[in-house]
Every structure is written in C-alpha cells, then in structure tokens.
C-alpha cells in the first residue's frame, strides 16, 4: 500500500483548475488541498463545478489551466486509469458493479493479473483482511444482486482500497443507504482517516458536513467561496456561502391536522408491470392539513404507492378512498379532475416533455378544460394568461414560454411541475398532493422553495403525501412517517421526537417488539 507522503506535502493538490464549455466557466482558478488523515467535504449547488472538479481529479476530463499535484509531484491525468494507477480512487453515486457476478469478480473485473471469472484465493483472502482492517465486512462469494445498498457501498470502496488507493473520492455517499448504514460508513471513514487515508467527501447534507468533515470548501458559480475548519462552521454559514444569503433550515413549525379526512388507504394490494406483488396490505389515513412522510430504501413500494394514488397504476385488493370516494381504480385524468396534484419522482418525460415549451408544458394538465378550450378549439389568449401568471407566480426562470423545457435547470422545471400541479382544476382546489423525492437533485434555494410550496398547500388545507430517501427533510416536513420495507408499512411515527435509529431499524426490515401496531 502506498506510504503517507511526508508531512509538507499534501496527498492531493489542484492548482488553480480552470475548465469550460461552450457558454460557460464550469470550474473558474480553483486550488484545494487534501492532507493525510484528512476528511475534506466538498460543498456547493447543482452547477457550482463540484463534478467538473472531481472529473478533472480523477482523469475524466482534462483541465484548460492549472494543475493537480498528487503525494507533492504534478502530475498528467489523462484517464481515471492514470489516477488508480497513482492512488487515486472515486465511489460513485451510482454504483459501477454488475450484479449477476460475485463480489469477488467485481473486485477482479480490470485488476491487473486477475482472472475475472475465477478470482484467486489470494485475492479472496485480501478482501477479508482489509474488510476487517477498515470493517468493510463483506462476503467475497456473494452475488452483488443479494447485497443491500450499504454492502454494495462498501464493495466499491472495497475495489478502491485493493487497488491500493491512499485517496479516496465519495460522490453523495448516503444517497441511498439507512440511517445505519451512514453510520457505518462514517466509521470506514474514520478508519481510513486513522490509517492516512485522505477523502474527499461530496455531499448536499450539511449535517453530514459537519459530522465527518475536517475542512470544508464551498464552491459557488465554479469557485471557491472559501476554505473553512469544521471548527468554524455551522449549517446557517455554510448554507449562506453556498448559495448568497439566508435559508430556513430547521424543523417547520405547523398546526395539528384537521379532523377532516382527505386520503384513506385500507389493506391496498397492487403488482408491478412484471406481475409480483408489490404493495402488500396497506393501510392509512391521511387528513386535512397534514403532511406524511414516506421513508423507506428505493425500491420497497414507494413509487408504486405514488402510482396508485395518481391513476398510473390499479390496486389489486383493498380500497382508497379520496375525501370518501373510491379512487382505486381511477384513470389519471380523474384523479387529475377529483383534486389530486402529482409531483413526480421522474420530472423529465413523466413530469414533463423536455421537447415541449415551458407554455405548452404548463397547459399538458389543462388544455381540454374551460377556459383553455371550448368547443374543441384551444383558447390561446387564456393559455397564454395562464402561463405567464404560472411562470411569474412561482418563480420558473426561462428566457421565454417558448423555450424548450429540457433547456431549464432541474430546479426551474420542479418550479414548472409544481405550478401546473398545484394550480385549481374542473373540482376545484388540490385535495392530495403527492410529491415524491420532490427535491431529489436540486440545490439548497430550489429545495427551500419547493419545501415552501409543500407547506403552502398543507396550511391551505390539502393533504401532502411526501415519499423521500432524505430522513432529514421528512423529519423536518411531516407531521408522520410513514416507514416502508418490502412493500409493507413497518410503522407509522410521529416525526417530532421520533427516533431515528428506530426509524432506520425498520426501512431495513426490522420491527421493534410491541412497539408499533
């Protein structure tokens, strides 16, 4: 394993990294430094270079000007094979790992002098012995496809560290993992850290930041803002730096719900597009005023809940029940007419069509309504009236309505999905909105607006149903939590006061005896 640099030298330096692209400076004279034993948490919006930067770090993209010295010598990385080669190693997002073959053969896949389908025993033994150094416990014959999102985790930082990787870059690390499983995480990193591993650490989550990180750099339009001690920092200082002024961070004060009953879901049933079984016996009740929390790892029935609730997709058994109308079996356009806004998971394609413009896309949930239309002729100057109030009422930055959707920022479609959602309808007002990972992707200033809107419907009296994988931003919103595994409800927990652990507990599949009905 390669040797911690001595003690004037730094792992890793960028020396004034510039990059751009056609109309736009994505990485303007940026200079980091990542030490030895160091955790360095890299903070900024969509759009600030955090990307560029790393792609530039790791070989994917080459600088336009400056440098990145690597153990004190600069150095020329023309691919991320030249950044391994050298100690370098990057856990992606999105896991890289094919999940038909073994942990071992994904550790195999590209190692020098390593047969991919038969791994060696040494190979094998070498896993074990830096999974207990590191406790980065997995098995080196298990199928990636029976491992959960932490184990998989680990299985990348794993190919970094038999690679012998002294650097070590984690994009979003708890995306995707269980309040458990960030724990462990952390703990790798506090054993990388006490080993002279250095990490840099690319994270939304400012109470992360402030957990794990030694230093912080916030990046803002690609440059740094500045360089900070964790010492130094708060989230209200760090969330000014990234995006120029003040943001609402804490809980979200409310008023209890209503007595009236927006949504009721009873012993709810439904199958997937291959057939299985994917809800299973739901139950719930959600009033006016409220808003509920779905927690749970991807792929436990969230999206299918959501799918029921807004006519994409029919339950099998059991009922739901809008303001005490069925609505199990609902086409979208009457859902859509019965009051219910939907806020999609996926906003391009399913939320919007990115080819349309920002006026037509606005329209796609109206047009065959009065005024838009009457006697099957569309209603331009009402359309046009709406738009233009749409777009100035919740803030959609476009240089025009005939823009092209798939030219706005994530935040400004969310922006254009949540005003044509959220607007009146034939019925009336919006009874049930459900927003699912309403904030998935965006920056600080989009996710505080979108969390204003959210809140402006509860107080207004609607029903939210927010599905999300950020435990912070239910904690923060809900007045319940839901917890989902399996395509069950594990629980349902009043979110002030809640404990998390417990929480986490249940979106792994646990239950806590006689302590949730």
Sequence with gaps: MLEAPPA????????ALSKRFPGVV?????????????VH????????GKTTLISMLYGLVPPDEGYVSLFGEPVRLRAPKDAIARGVGLVAQHFMLVSRHTVAENIALGLPGTPFFRPTRRLKRRILELGKRYGLNVDPNAYVYELSAG???RVEIMKALVRNAKILILDEPTGVLTPQEADGLFEVVRRMKGEGHGVIFITHKLGEVLDVADRITVLRKGAVVG???REGADATTLARMMIGRDVVLSRVASAPPRPGLVLELSGVSARNDRGVVVLKDISFRLREGEILGVAGVAGNGQLELAEVLTGHRH???GSVSLAGRELGRASIRETFERGVAHIPEERNGVGVVPGLSVGENLALRHYRYPPFSRGGLLNAAATQRFAEASVREYGVSTPSLQTRTGRLSGGNIQKLVLARELSERPGGAVKLVVAAHPTYGLDIGATEQTHRMLVGERDRGA???????DLEELFRLSHRIIVMFGGKVMGIVEAEGADRGLVGLMMAGGTPKGTYA
């Design 8 to 15: 004037p030298f730094p792992l890793l330096s960028a020396h």
């Design 26 to 38: 994505a990485v303007d004279n940026v200079s980091l430094e990542l030490r030895a034993g160091e």
């Design 41 to 48: 948490a890299l903070l900024g919006e969509n759009g600030a």
């Design 151 to 153: 184990e998989q985790q």
């Design 227 to 229: 360089t900070l001690p």
């Design 315 to 317: 339950v099998t058994a």
């Design 463 to 469: 029903g939210v149903l927010l599905i999300s994988e």
